[in-house]
């Protein structure tokens, strides 16, 4: 029994480099055209929305550990969540402005 699983290990053993050349080929093939981009990032991930919303609602998760799931009842959850997204973007864009002025510099 051992002796067959064995022959048929080896048998997968070369037949593995051609799907892998075939695999290979098939990601090149995607690689050509925008289909590739498409199929790595899905259409709703490329908007600046997503990346919006996306770190809203990380801001929500840390809220809710960090002061526990009461705070989603408050009435002044939304402006809190705004704020912290705000200060976060502001921080951001600062960090890029120097960037540049660094890059100009050089």
Known sequence: MDFKN??????LKNVAPKIKWAMFKNVQDYKINSQ???YIIPEQKKSIEYDSI????MVKESLIKEFGPKIK???SYPMLVDAVVHNLKKK??????????????I
């Open 6 to 11: 064995l022959k048929f290990v080896k048998k």
């Open 36 to 38: 590739y981009i498409d």
């Open 54 to 57: 996306k770190l809203e609602n």
């Open 73 to 75: 009842n408050s009435k």
């Open 92 to 105: 951001q864009l600062a960090v890029f402005d120097n960037i540049e002025d660094e890059l100009e510099e």
